[in-house]
């Protein structure tokens, strides 16, 4: 059997045993002791012709096969049928069968270091470091906070509305929203963006709601809150 002599591939003796076994093709509990001390000690021993460094593992391991393999071709002394013997090879298979184990385990758990790797996180930071004394909403890019706001705010009117309401059909476009905010803010400069819903229906707050997000996007006015959870003001630009 040809051999790639270095023991720096190996994490013990365990593991050089297993890579003899895989050599030669065999299942570990159908090893035979025989063959593979003789494989072991073969290694161990053009490791020595080379002056290379074998650790004193490695020797212990080989002083236990020899022991096991002498056990196997020695007659066996008779014993008392009250005494049950441990068999050396079975330990020997049960350790093997262990090791393999956790090989394979610590294997699962190196890819997933090596998958970890390719994550990068973040350690929370305190917003508010970042806040202005004036802060504009979209210029955060947090329409979802505006959105979020809208939402909560047609919750508790869809909760205080009278159980029987008459409904009347009429039409509502953006710009005649935008004109009545536009003329609203040359009146008071700024105003709470929730006091611009006065009616309430779905065709009013849309038409409200994509009004003051076009009006902000054309720099016409300002959406601000001075801090979180605060009244949010559209204010003129």
Excluded: W
Aim: proline residues 3%; aromatic residues 10%; charged residues 35%.
């Amino acid at each position: 059997m040809d051999y790639h002599i270095t023991i720096e591939q190996f994490e013990g003796p365990l593991d050089l045993l297993l890579h003899l076994i895989k050599e030669s093709k065999v299942d570990i509990v159908d090893i035979k002791i025989e063959e593979v001390t003789s494989q072991y000690l073969d290694y161990i021993k053009k490791m020595d012709e080379l002056n290379l460094d074998v650790a004193s593992e490695y020797l212990v391991m080989a002083s236990e096969l020899i022991e096991m393999k002498s056990r196997i071709l020695l007659p066996k002394p008779k014993v008392e049928e009250e005494e049950v013997e441990e068999d050396p090879k079975e330990r020997l298979i049960a350790r093997l069968l262990e090791y393999q184990q956790y090989k394979e385990i610590t294997k699962t758990f190196k890819e997933q270091e090596q998958s970890r790797k390719e994550i990068f996180t973040k350690l929370p930071e305190h917003l508010m470091d970042y806040k202005d004394e004036t802060t504009s909403i979209l210029d955060q890019g947090s329409l979802e906070e505006l959105t979020s706001a809208l939402m909560k705010f047609l919750k508790r009117q869809k909760e205080q509305q009278p159980l029987f309401t008459k409904v009347t059909k009429k039409e509502i476009s953006v710009e005649d929203r935008m004109n009545y905010i536009k003329n609203r803010l040359k009146e008071h400069k700024r105003i709470e963006f929730f006091s611009l819903f006065d009616f309430f229906s779905k065709d009013y707050i849309v038409a409200t709601f994509l009004g003051v997000l076009e009006l902000a996007k054309q720099q016409e006015l300002h959406i601000v809150q001075e801090d979180n959870f605060a009244p949010i003001y559209c204010e003129v630009a």
